[in-house]
């Protein structure tokens, strides 16, 4: 076995203030990947989850999905941060030859709290927060920064919400999929310069879920698995005055790895 395959997805719509709760969240994108993948809860030899105890207001938030996931019948782990590190150590459980079919689950409710307190409280505590940084204005020096080497304007920048928004017309999960124009995004309120509203993704509660397996099972259960040809990770310095503010070396490291596979 050398190879790995994702043969089932699912995910919720992704909006403002979703009524169901995190478990809720996570069963409905874990029946609805199983479904997807023709498999029962059964199939599954473990599980990754994916949520953050910050964002969630409580410690251990992973063990409040166990039973929606499927989790407390099988080895399971919790990776704090996005999906992708889920997907990442879902992928490294198979390879290592351990399991066969590993379900991943990630889900968030972003709206339940304060982003700007929550992400301010991810800086150095001496230096950094009390400047009071947070996603927001910290993305803001780094746009300022990468305009300022390349010679990018603001209006395109905003091309890219331009585009990001009218692709999100063809996701029906899509938060927010509109028609809007660069003027639209220009004049929109600024957050942070040069960061505006409309260059920003939106507060979203959701969740998502994939099944992962062997080359093997994936054959046998899946009639066109996506296969996994490459995955690569790589941390970048924690400190932003240790970082090139226009770059991102982490991940060039990380895209050189994935394709070398």
Known sequence: MDEVAIIGVAQTRYQRDNPASHAEMAYEVTRKALEDAGLTIDDIDNTVTVCNDFWDG????????????GSHKVPTTNVEGDGTYGALMGAMRLLSGLHEVTLVVAQSKVSEGIPAVITNAMFDPVYERALGLDAINSSALQMRRYMSKYGITEEQCAKVSVKNHKNAKS??????????????????????????????????????AIIMAVDEVAKKRCSK??????????ADAYHLGDRDLAEVDALVSAARRAYSM
Not at 176 to 198: C, E
């Open 58 to 69: 409580r410690t251990i938030s992973c063990m409040t999905i166990t039973e929606a996931t």
């Open 171 to 208: 996701n029906p999960y899509a938060h927010m999929p509109l028609d809007i124009t660069v003027d639209d995004v220009l004049k929109s309120r600024v957050l942070a310069d040069p960061i505006k509203l409309l260059d920003t993704s939106p507060v979203s509660d959701g969740a998502c």
């Open 225 to 234: 698995p996506v296969w996994i040809r490459g995955i690569g990770h790589c």
